[in-house]
Nanobody
């Protein structure tokens, strides 16, 4: 059974940092590209960061470039999102996504709130 479980969300002040984690199970993790998406209240889900299956390629949404870093550990079936210099507009539910060809899976999300 394919499963993705996110953790690490919470309340942080503007300028602060959080590290999100996503643990995967039920599939060959190293065969899948991984992404982080987010969905703010009243807005559509958007792609935040992408990392290829072996970690050699990463891409970021323009609004997080230079502040967020995506990484993965294929030995632990984990993908991470280090988020620095957080802004109120980063407030959203963050979702982990796995994709390989036509196969895709989603976690249930973790809430990040950036507020003073």
């Amino acid at each position: 059974q394919v499963q993705l479980v996110e953790s690490g969300g919470g309340l942080v002040q503007p300028g602060g940092s959080l590290r999100l984690s996503c643990v995967a199970s039920g599939f060959s993790f190293s065969m899948f590209a991984m992404s982080w998406y987010r969905q703010a209240p009243g807005k559509e889900r958007e792609l935040v960061a992408f990392i290829s299956n072996l970690g050699g390629v990463t891409n970021y949404h323009a609004s997080v470039e230079g502040r967020f870093i995506v990484s993965r550990d294929n030995g632990k079936n984990m993908v991470y999102l280090q988020m620095d210099n957080l802004k109120p507009e980063d407030t959203a539910v963050y979702y982990c996504n796995a994709r390989s060809g036509s196969i895709t899976a989603w976690g249930k999300g973790t809430l990040v709130t950036v507020s003073s």
